[in-house]
């Protein structure tokens, strides 16, 4: 018995650990000249988190920027809409991932999601990308979204939606993959920038992309 006990519990702890790694969340500073944040990558939707990440660490968004600034509905950002046009030879990374919906996930304020195309599988564009701004909501307009969309909101949030803000008719449509969970003055900031009636801003958004270690997260979200 002396010699299972240490067997059993080395055991015991070869099968937790990889359990108690894979639960742990990875995080990203993203930085622009008006302002940065820190978004927390969901585990729920490991292709998105993960195809974002090699992205990420190539240094592909930092050739990119914001390019569409809409106040009251997203910041959008990477490759535009217009080269993934049929005809046109992509990238490697520039591709379709099929969705990754979770009645979890959903489009609050400062939620990261994957932009796409109005294909029918509602299939994520790689190398674009967009946070939530929106706006707030009363319980009946989250109704008539409910009833229009086929979709069901939660308790919390229908609270999220009426009292933070968000999106909340993007639901199910578009993959929802992180959210900001330091600096969300972001979202101000990015969005006070000038934009023309397309929401193109007049002058450059440029954005830059770092994966955190887990020593630069306790700093960063420690830090005031």
């Not at 018995?1 to 070869?14: E, Q, S, T, V, Y």
């Not at 939620?111 to 939530?132: C, E, H, P, W």
């Not at 999220?160 to 993959?175: K, V």
């Amino acid at each position: 018995m002396r010699i299972l006990k240490p067997l059993m519990a080395g055991l015991l702890c070869c099968l937790l650990l990889p359990a108690m790694a894979q639960q742990k969340n990875q995080y990203v500073k993203i930085e622009t000249a008006q302002a940065s944040c820190i978004v927390k990558l969901y585990n729920e939707t490991p292709v998105h988190r993960d195809n974002f990440i090699k992205l990420v660490k190539a240094h592909y968004f930092d050739a990119t920027t914001f390019n569409r600034i809409l106040k009251g509905f997203v910041i959008q950002g990477g490759d535009q809409d217009s080269l993934y046009d049929k005809g046109k030879t992509l990238k490697p990374e520039q591709k379709w991932i099929q969705p990754e919906f979770n009645t979890a996930l959903f489009h609050k304020r400062g939620a990261l999601a994957m932009g796409r195309d109005d294909n029918k599988a509602k299939a994520s564009f790689t190398t674009q990308i967009y946070f939530v701004d929106g706006k707030k909501y009363t319980n009946q307009q989250l109704d008539t979204i409910e009833k229009k969309q086929g979709l069901h909101f939660t308790g919390a949030q229908r609270e999220t939606y009426r009292t933070i803000g968000g999106t909340p008719f993007l639901d199910q449509n578009y993959t929802v993959f992180g959210e900001i969970v330091k600096g969300m003055d972001f979202i101000d900031k990015v969005t006070a920038v000038k934009v023309n009636k397309d929401g193109n801003p007049d002058k450059e958004v440029w954005m830059k992309i770092t994966v955190l270690t887990d020593g630069e997260v306790a700093r960063e979200l420690k830090a005031g």
